[in-house]
Structures are given as C-alpha cells and as structure tokens.
C-alpha cells in the first residue's frame, strides 16, 4: 500500500503553469527545426545527416530531464528518464512495423519523412487524450494501478513467449480492408501529395493510407506504453514530457535504424523484463521489498543496454554459423 498510495500522491501537487509553458515552448522549437531546417526538401536522408538528428533529439530530452531533475527533485527526474528509456525501447517494435508498412506500399524513402512528420503530430495529440484519460482513472479508481500491473505482466510474458513474425502482405490486412471500404486509394506514388483528384472522384495515395495505419499502430503501440509509464509515476507532468521527448525523436530514429533494428535480436526480450519489472513493483512491498526511483532506473539502463551489447555480440556468430 506505500508504494500506491507514494504514488498517488504525485496528485496532490500538479506542476505550475510555467512549467508546462517552457515545455510547449521546446517542443514548439524542435517541430519547427524539423520541419524548416532538418527536412526542408523532399530527398532520401543521409546518415550521418540523421544521426546528428538523434544525436540533438536526445541532448535536448536529457537536459530537459535534467531541467525535471532541477525543478522537481530528483525523485521526478528519475522517473522521467525511465519513463523516457521505457518509451523510447518500446518504440523499437514500432520503427519495424512502419519499416514494412513503407514497403508493402512502395513509399520511397524521400517521401517517408513526410509521413512520419504529420504521424507524429497525430500521436502528440493521441498520447495526450490517452494520459488525460489514464490520469482521470487513475484519480477515480485508485484500484485500476493493480489492473495496469496485471495487464503489463501479461503483455511482458506474451512478448517473451512471442515467436518472430514478418508482416505478410499488407493488403491482406484487416486494416487496409477495413480503410479502403471507406476511402478511393489510388496505388500509384504521386509525388509528396496525400490526396489527388481524378475525373472528379478525389482518392488518397499510398502516403496518407501508410499515416493512417501508422497512427493506428500507434494507438496500438500506446495501450501498452501508457499503463507502463502509469506504473513508473502518476506525476502527469513527467509522464506526457518523458512519452512525448521519446516520440519527437522516433522519425530521427527510425532513418538510423530501420535498416538494421531485426539485428537486435535480444532487445525484445529486455523490452519484455521491462514490462514485467515495473508491472511486478506494486506487488512487491507486500513480500517487504521496495524499490526506489534509481532502481527503477538503473534496472531500465541495465536491461537494454544488456539486450543492445548480447545482439551485437551474437548477431555475428549467428551469421557466421549460417
């Protein structure tokens, strides 16, 4: 019960205005950077132009969690930056899913920005009405943390008992069936643009049916992240900038990553732990064991970077055997 109501009580003090208006303010700069300067034309992104993305991407998500860490106390700060790391590793499954969804579609990389841009818009504004909705819950029926836990162990042990599984084809899907009894799609690339007008029918091409499953994905992707970040702290405040700092630098991370992301094999199943760990930590002050903020933390950064450094040493013994 300590640890449920400790982490109750983040509810008895919300963050003051200001705080909130600094970070509208950053996240405001970083889409505008995005938009006008790291992506101003339409051509297939070079690597090492990405990888100062991320690099930048993620400076500003751990001076902000510093700026946390400052403002709010360490605790907070601790809680952001696993919250952060939790968001961040859980993402990997999705840099996967939009990978196949551009090429079953056919959408070259030089429009793929563009796509993930406005993907990302609509997720900022889907992970808001989804913790805005967790919060009140949480605030309503104190007892739904212990429904959080249960559901994430379970998530964790079926991403650990998953067998690997490619996406067939994608218009063998539900979704596609499902989107084209509504919309004219037309199959055909033309150009940047997400709608075209032909003989007075308008239909939308392959850029805007490939955001409109990854946003779907990502409401997908998002039913298992939020209960988790829930668990980590009911601080709203730490929850939607940790969530939020973890997807503004998705589309940065995906050109870095989409190509090689099947090579780290052993990421899944430290994701899997993850889940596991933090759904267990409300149980666990009843067999008397508490765990603090740092341990949250530092069992995060242990976990994937352990599942990181295994792949990159057996993924080339496991070549090397095929």
Same mark, same amino acid.
């Given at each position: 019960m300590d640890t449920l109501n400790s982490m109750l009580g983040a509810h008895e003090a919300l963050s003051p205005?200001?705080?909130?208006t600094c970070f509208g303010i950053v996240v405001i700069l970083l889409l505008a950077a995005d938009l006008f300067w790291f992506n101003r034309k339409n051509e297939e992104p070079h690597f090492w132009h990405t990888l100062w993305i991320c690099v930048a991407?993620?400076?500003?998500?751990?001076?902000?969690?510093?700026?946390?860490w400052l403002e709010d106390?360490?605790?907070?700060?601790?809680?952001?930056? *696993?919250?952060?790391?939790?968001?961040?590793?859980?993402?990997?499954?999705?840099?996967?899913?939009?990978?196949?969804?551009?090429?079953?579609?056919?959408?070259?990389?030089?429009?793929?920005?563009?796509?993930?841009?406005?993907g990302i818009l609509g997720a900022l504004f889907m992970?808001?009405?989804?913790?805005?909705?967790?919060?009140?819950?949480?605030?309503?029926?104190?007892?739904?943390?212990?429904?959080?836990?249960?559901?994430?162990?379970y998530t964790g042990i079926k991403m650990l008992m998953a067998k690997d599984d490619e996406m067939g084809d994608i218009r063998d899907t539900k979704i596609y069936q499902w989107i084209s009894k509504f919309f004219h799609v037309t199959h055909e690339i033309r150009g940047e643009h997400f709608f075209?007008?032909?003989?007075?029918?308008?239909?939308? *091409?392959?850029?805007?049916?490939a955001l409109m499953i990854i946003e779907t994905m990502d409401l997908v992707f998002a039913l298992d992240s939020i209960p988790a970040i829930f668990l980590v702290t009911t601080d709203v405040y730490v929850?939607? *900038?940790?969530?939020?700092?973890?997807?503004?630098?998705?589309?940065?991370?995906?050109?870095?990553?989409a190509a090689i992301i099947s090579k780290f094999a052993y990421l899944k199943p430290a994701i899997s732990i993850i889940l596991i760990f933090i759904g267990c930590k409300i149980f666990l002050p009843r067999f008397g064991i508490e765990v603090h903020e740092w341990q949250s933390l530092a069992v995060t950064i242990g976990l994937l970077a352990g599942g990181i450094i295994v792949s990159l040493i057996k993924a080339p013994k496991e070549n090397g055997k095929a």
């Open positions: 205005f200001w705080l909130w991407y993620v400076a500003v998500a751990i001076l902000f969690g510093g700026f946390v106390g360490p605790e907070k700060g601790m809680d952001y930056f *696993t919250g952060y790391l939790l968001e961040k590793s859980l993402s990997m499954d999705n840099i996967f899913v939009m990978s196949m969804i551009f090429a079953a579609l056919g959408v070259p990389r030089k429009y793929q920005h563009r796509v993930l841009f406005w992970r808001g009405i989804l913790i805005g909705v967790g919060d009140a819950l949480v605030l309503k029926f104190h007892w739904i943390l212990y429904l959080f836990s249960a559901f994430l162990i075209v007008k032909e003989n007075g029918r308008h239909f939308i *091409t392959p850029l805007f049916f929850i939607y *900038t940790s969530n939020i700092f973890a997807i503004l630098g998705l589309r940065a991370l995906y050109f870095l990553l």
